[in-house]
C-alpha cells in the first residue's frame, strides 16, 4: 500500500509574510495529520525570498507543535552546510521533545549558489565528497558508539528515521550501501529516477534500522474541482520554476489564467524537464497520474509537493488527493 506523506517548502507568497508562512506550514501539517498523511517534511534553502525554512530544524519543532502524530522531518538538512555534531544536537533536542515523530533527509547539495555557501560556511574547503563520511559520523553520534569520543547531548541515544535523499545515482549507492531507506527528488529533477530506483534496489544491504529497499519519490500534484481549475492554481508554481532557473528566483506569484500558453520554447523547456511527475487537474485526473506512477516505480510512498498561492486552495487539494488515493485502494 502506497502511503502519502508531504513536502512542504513553506512558500511565502507575493503580498505575504514569513510570519504569515510559518502559521500557514502549522495549518497545512495539521490538515495532513486529519487526512492520514505519514509525515509532514521541509527543505533547507537559504537566501530565497520565497522560501521560509531555511532554519529547518526550528520550522520543524514549530510543525512538531502544532500537530500530535504525523512524523516531521526534513526532507532534507543539506549536511555539507554543517558540522554532523551540530545536527545530532538539533534532531536529537526534536526528538527528546516529540519522541517517535522525527525524520532526517540528509543531502548534499548547497540548498543555495556558492555566494551563500560561502557565507553559510565562512570557507567552501568543505567537501561535498565527504558527505558518507559525514553521513556515517551522524549516525555515530545518534548511536553513542564512541567511535568519535564525543557524546552528543542531546543525540546521544535518540530514536531519529534517517533518510538519504538524491536526485542522480550517488545518494542511490549511498543509501543502498548504509541500508536505509532512499527518497529522491523527482517533483524536480525527474530524469535518473527509474535508473536511480533500481540501483537503490540492486545494490542494497539490509542493515540493523531496515530490512529491505524502502523508496519515497516526490510528485507534484496540483487537484481542484475540475481540470481547469487545477491548471490555474498550478500557474503559480510552474511562474516560480520559470523564474528560479532564469536566475530570477521571486516570492510564489498569484495565478495567470493561460501562463503556461504564453510561454515561449526556452520557458517550456523547462516546464517540461522539471515537471514530468506531476497531476493537474480534477480527483479523477490525478488519480489515474498517481495510480500510473505508483505502477511505474513500485514506490513505497509519494511525497506530494504543491505550492499553491492560496492557502484554502492549497488545503482543498491535499483534501482531493487523500481522496484519490484512496478511490485507488478500493478499486484495488
Known amino acids: ?42 527543505a533547507e534553502h537559504h537566501g530565497m525570498r ?36 551540530v545536527i545530532a544536537e538539533q534532531f536529537g533536542t526534536l526528538d527528546a521533545l516529540f519522541p517517535g515523530r522525527i525524520d532526517l533527509g540528509l543531502g548534499r547539495a548547497p540548498g543555495s549558489d556558492q555566494r551563500v555557501a560561502r557565507a553559510l560556511r565562512r570557507t567552501l574547503e568543505t567537501d561535498a565528497n565527504a558527505f558518507p563520511q559525514d553521513v556515517l559520523e551522524l549516525q555515530s553520534y545518534f548511536a553513542d558508539d564512541g567511535q ?16 538519504i535523499l538524491g536526485s542522480s545515482l550517488f545518494g542511490a549507492q549511498l543509501a543502498a550501501a548504509l541500508g536505509l531507506p532512499y527518497a529522491f527528488a523527482s517533483h524536480f529533477a525527474p530524469y535518473a529516477l527509474d535508473q536511480a530506483l533500481s540501483v537503490y534496489r540492486r545494490d542494497f544491504r539490509p542493515s540493523l ?37 532564469t536566475g530570477n528566483p521571486r516570492q510564489l506569484p498569484p495565478p495567470v489564467a493561460g501562463y503556461r500558453a504564453s510561454l515561449g520554447a526556452q520557458g517550456s523547456a523547462i516546464l517540461d524537464h522539471v515537471l514530468q511527475c506531476s497531476a493537474v487537474g480534477s480527483p479523477a485526473t490525478v488519480a489515474r497520474a498517481l495510480a ?12 506530494v509537493a504543491s505550492a499553491i498561492y492560496d492557502h484554502d486552495a492549497r488545503k482543498h487539494s491535499l483534501t482531493l488527493t487523500a481522496e484519490a488515493v484512496e478511490e485507488l485502494k478500493i478499486a484495488a
Request: net charge negative.
Open 1 to 42: 500500500m502506497t502511503r502519502l506523506s508531504l513536502l512542504d517548502l513553506v512558500p511565502v507568497v507575493e503580498g505575504g509574510t514569513v510570519s504569515q508562512a510559518l502559521a500557514n506550514a502549522a495549518d497545512l501539517a495539521r490538515h495532513a495529520e486529519s487526512l492520514g498523511f505519514a509525515r509532514y517534511w521541509c
Open 50 to 85: 520565497g522560501i521560509a525554512s531555511a532554519a529547518t530544524s526550528v520550522v520543524l519543532g514549530h510543525v512538531a507543535a502544532a500537530t500530535s502524530s504525523i512524523r516531521v522531518g526534513a526532507g532534507g538538512i543539506m549536511l555539507p552546510n554543517h558540522a554532523p555534531l
Open 148 to 163: 568519535t569520543g564525543i557524546s552528543a547531548t542531546p543525540g546521544a541515544g535518540a530514536e531519529i528515521e534517517m533518510w
Open 209 to 245: 534500522r531496515l530490512s529491505k529497499p524502502h523508496v519515497m519519490a516526490g510528485f507534484n500534484v496540483f487537484a481542484a474541482d475540475t481540470d481547469a481549475e487545477a491548471e490555474l492554481l498550478a500557474s503559480s508554481q510552474q511562474q516560480s520554476f520559470v523564474a528560479l532557473r
Open 292 to 303: 500510473a506512477f505508483v505502477e511505474r516505480t513500485g514506490v513505497d510512498e509519494i511525497m
